[in-house]
């Protein structure tokens, strides 16, 4: 009997997984040309959409983690990056602090290398050698962009000053001022920058005469709510020389509404400990109102004017809620106009009681002035132009609908 031989065939269907790791950016606001000073040597660095590359380290972005509870209306945030380096095959995490447009914080760990089986280490055993106490540098943005400067000074003030080189004691003279005078609404570059101008003490051998001009970087506060803020000297062409930080505190209990500050030299913040102690120490008093008019300087006798007006609140005390003045208002009839402060066109919104809002009324009593007009979409409006800039304009209604030719509706055709 022959013998049956049956063949079978198994096939056996492998599946290979393969996880990828999502692809690592760096976030928008950290990408640009860095200056920033280690431990007092001059660090460039330039971080692009993966890569963060200076004289000290170039790595890749491998993993990041994003801190939301710092998120804020800008979309801005702290965040840890984990850096791969294929050169020196370690991983390194630096921590970033934003702190303004043109200003970033930031610690970083040593660079760790793979284990042995060459499993790569991850974001949280990298960056938990960072530290409470980790040094902290800082990255000054080499393209400064705009940042409006009434959160670091404001107003007209003078300062008396002591520097930690050349000896000499303070120096107080009441040329020494700094002047902040943003225009309300201007587009123009007073309010991105200020003066400082340094007058020379006879009795103090390191005073100078010397005038600069700084652009604002930003202000920000730290935990222990002392208030930083970055500027850049505009006439410095070194980097290290260029941009400076200063600090200061608002809860000081200084007598005349003085405010101390301290100023490093070169662009390392890690030199300032206190509004007390810092390479460049700062005592401010609001100062006398320094703006006059063209009319105004043409008088006999122009100094007597420069008490009439103020750029700023801070003229006359630094903290709105600490005060020990008083003054009178004197209006002169009939009122002579005088250039509006405000330059442009707004829109504005009102709150209160609705009998104190203010209403568009155009030669009538109606409670509507518009009523026989079809208008689409109505709007608030408060402008001042240049077709009569000692006026200001305000409309609570305006039609923003034009016709058929693109000109506006308006009540009167």
């Known amino acids: 009997m022959a013998a049956t031989y ?4 198994v096939y056996i269907l492998v599946t290979v997984v393969t996880y990828v790791r999502a692809v690592c950016i760096n976030p928008t606001f950290l990408r640009g040309d860095w200056f920033s000073m280690e431990r007092g040597a001059d660090v460039n660095t330039l971080i692009n959409d993966d890569k963060l590359t200076n004289k000290y380290f170039s790595g890749s972005c491998f993993d990041r983690w994003d ?4 998120l804020d209306a800008n979309g801005n945030h702290d965040s840890k990056i984990l850096y791969y380096s294929q050169t020196a095959n370690c991983y390194k995490c630096y921590y970033m602090l934003f702190r303004t447009p043109n200003i970033v914080q930031y610690k970083q760990s ?10 790569p280490p991850t974001l949280e055993d990298v960056c ?25 000074f404001e107003g007209v003030f003078q300062f008396s000053y002591e520097w930690d080189v050349g000896g000499g004691g303070i120096c107080d003279n009441e040329n020494s001022l700094i002047v902040a005078c943003q225009e309300p609404g201007s587009p123009y570059v007073d309010n991105e920058v200020f003066t400082m101008e340094f007058a020379k003490c006879p009795e103090v051998q390191s005073s100078v005469n010397k005038g600069i001009r700084f652009q604002c970087m930003g202000t920000w506060k730290d935990d222990q709510q002392n208030v930083w803020s970055g500027v850049a000297d505009l006439g410095a062409d070194v980097y290290r020389e260029r941009f400076r930080c200063v600090l200061t505190r608002y809860d000081q209990e200084e007598g005349d509404n003085k405010l101390r500050y301290s100023m490093s030299w070169w662009a390392d913040c890690s030199t300032l400990k206190s509004p007390y102690e810092g390479p460049v120490r700062l005592l401010l008093q609001p100062g006398r109102p320094f703006r006059l008019t063209q009319i105004e300087l043409a008088y006999p006798d122009p100094d007597m004017y420069m008490f009439r007006q103020a750029c700023s609140w801070n003229s006359f005390t630094i903290d709105r809620e600490k005060f020990n003045w008083a003054y009178n208002t004197f209006i002169l009839n009939p009122p002579a106009p005088i250039m509006c402060p405000i330059r442009g066109r707004f829109r504005f919104t009102q709150r209160g009681p609705s009998t104190e809002l203010y209403r568009t009324r155009i030669r009538g009593i109606t409670e509507r002035p518009r009523h026989k007009i079809d208008c689409r979409e109505y709007t608030s409006e408060i402008k001042s132009c240049d077709q009569n800039p000692m006026k200001i304009l305000v409309d609570a209604e305006y039609c923003e609908t034009v016709d058929h030719t693109g000109r506006p509706i308006g009540e009167y055709g």
């Not at 801190?67 to 710092?70: G, L, R, Y």
């Not at 040593?110 to 060459?118: F, H, L, Q």
């Not at 990255?139 to 400067?149: A, M, Q, S, W, Y």
Request: charged content about 25%; proline content about 2%; aromatic content about 12%.
């Open 128 to 152: 938990s050698a960072i530290a409470e106490f980790t040094e902290m540098w800082t990255f000054f943005r080499k393209e400064v962009r705009t940042v409006n400067c009434k959160n670091t």
């Open 110 to 119: 040593e660079c760790r290398t793979p284990v042995d089986s060459g499993t």
């Open 67 to 70: 801190d939301n509870s710092t």
């Open 6 to 9: 049956i063949y079978g065939v």
